[in-house]
């Protein structure tokens, strides 16, 4: 098949293979070509342009597998294929290119590297947790928890339960307190003071003392995480249960797999024991009754299925802390302040530091 040999869909193909380790050449050939055909430095991609390009990573891989599904079927049938494969092959060919693009700018980043030194974490995740985690609006690794809906007191209450909690703490008539604000937001699970930037952020003339009641309805309808940054976190959970108890050859034996391994451990232990017992009656009410989900449930166990969920997300809770941790000392060139509270069950302040931090050489 013929390709074009001009323009940016057509940096040089290489291999990108996570155990080559990207190397440094690899990168700068990468740079040099994207400034060359672009015109604009790959390590000065905005936020936007990154979401957009890991979004549109994602969607051509999407696009590819099933057109690889589609030419599996017509071989199967000995049908011609040969028009498809052609788009599929166009498919990868754009894949790989926007992957590029992604290694040399998450290398070019100095969390970029620090987060693709850890078993099962790529150019692509990478890249995806530089664009949606802004550093300097997340104090604490809460702030990442709760913006990447792991934070599991917080749920999406849409317009009419907005209205109702509205109507429960502010009277007709009166006007919003701070008070008020600070009482929706722990019946909703949600910050008093992040409540409040997004009014700000909604209507730049409001402040704390003319908060109106239509403004605030608005921002508690809205989904309280960010959808996109909640679909990396599970493919990061993923992708750490993936390698669990391997030894890369670039990058060293697993790290958060055993983590997601000891909890599940864990979690099972205390699931048998009962101590899960309120919350599975809980769910027993709201799932269908002819669910495999609904047998355990019912009598107070937490099935498989959650138990795994639950130890998959410590360990993408605990990468966070320590992401959020590299990312905090690289800007302010301080560790954060607080240690981060990742297992309130066990009734006191859990602290492991960052793996592979500093970066070394």
């Known amino acids: 098949m013929n390709t074009p040999t001009n323009g940016p869909q057509n940096i040089e193909n290489l291999n990108l293979e996570e155990e080559n380790g990207y190397s440094l050449e690899l990168v700068d050939r990468i740079k040099r070509d994207f400034l060359e055909f672009v015109g604009t430095d790959i390590a ?38 040969s028009a498809l494969q052609f788009i599929r092959d166009q498919i990868y060919m754009s894949e790989k290119n926007v992957e590029k693009i992604l290694v040399a700018f998450s290398k070019s980043q100095e969390i970029g590297k620090w987060a693709q030194s850890i078993p099962g974490i790529g150019p ?23 913006f990447a809906g792991l934070n599991p007191t917080s749920s999406w209450l849409g317009r009419v339960k907005s209205e109702e909690l509205v109507q429960k703490f502010i009277p007709k008539g009166q006007k919003v307190t701070e008070e008020q604000i600070a009482l929706i937001a ?48 599970w493919k990061l959970g993923q992708s750490f249960v993936t390698v669990h108890g391997k030894d890369t ?69 605990l ?12 800007e302010y060139g301080t560790p954060p302040p607080k240690p981060y509270i990742l297992d309130g069950d066990r009734g006191h302040t859990h602290y492991i530091a960052p793996p592979k931090w500093p970066i070394e050489g």
């Open 186 to 233: 722990n019946d909703a699970g949600r910050r008093a003071d992040s409540i409040q930037q997004q009014i700000r952020s909604l209507n730049p003339d409001s402040d704390s003392r003319n908060i109106t009641k239509t403004d605030l309805i608005k921002v508690l309808s809205r989904r309280p995480w960010n959808s996109e940054l909640k679909v990396v976190c």
């Open 44 to 81: 000065t991609l905005s936020r936007d342009e990154t979401r957009f390009m890991v979004s549109q990573f994602y969607d051509l891989q999407e696009n590819r597998m099933q057109s690889d599904n589609r030419i599996k079927a017509l071989a199967n049938k000995n049908a011609p294929k």
């Open 319 to 330: 990468f966070l802390a320590h992401y959020h941790h590299v990312a905090y000392e690289l």
């Open 249 to 317: 050859k670039s990058k060293g034996p697993d790290i958060y797999g055993v983590v997601y391994s000891d909890r599940k451990a864990y979690e099972i232990q205390k699931n048998e024991a009962g101590d899960y017992r309120d919350i599975a009656l809980g769910k027993s009410k709201i799932v269908g009754r002819s669910t495999e989900a609904y047998k355990s449930y019912s009598v107070g166990k937490l099935p498989a299925g959650h138990l795994d969920a639950r130890a998959r997300r410590y360990a993408v809770k």
């Open 124 to 146: 692509i995740l990478s890249a995806a947790l530089i664009a949606h985690i802004d550093i300097t609006k997340a104090p604490t690794v809460g702030h990442i928890w709760s």
